[in-house]
């Protein structure tokens, strides 16, 4: 079992930054970051591959948000810049992939508590 701790979220004006943060209890290969806004589908963000800090990013947030790695506290990040109020969400960290499309929220096995993102 894995235990997967967010924080960082907030609230912030249009084109302003937040950094979110995902401890994990265990090393796992693959790490992601969902979103879900109300009345939608949850999509994905980003994932990460751990053993080298290769990222992958949905379009709607490529070239504004990175995502990375710091092995030594196991965990991972979500820097989010140039935020849009289209971003607001709650976001979640993923970990565990079963295989399949990264962005396919099934296909992951444990999640973390959700953390808010609201951008006005």
């Known amino acids: 079992h894995v235990q997967l701790v967010e924080s960082g979220g907030g609230s912030v004006q249009a084109g302003g930054s937040l950094r979110l943060s995902c401890e994990a209890s265990?090393?796992?290969?693959?790490m992601a970051w969902f979103r879900q806004a109300p009345g939608r589908e949850r999509e994905g963000v980003a994932v990460i591959y751990r053993g080298t800090g290769d990222a992958t990013y949905a379009d709607s947030v490529k070239g504004r948000f990175t995502m990375s790695q710091d092995n030594a506290k196991n965990t991972v990040y979500l820097q989010m810049n140039s935020l849009k109020p289209e971003d607001s969400a709650m976001y979640y960290c993923?970990?565990?992939?079963?295989?399949?499309?990264?962005?396919?929220?099934?296909?992951?096995?444990?999640w973390g508590q959700g953390t808010q993102v609201t951008v006005s």
């Open positions: 993923a970990a565990e992939s079963r295989g399949g499309m990264w962005s396919d929220w099934s296909k992951w096995e444990y």
């Open positions: 265990r090393h796992r290969t693959w």
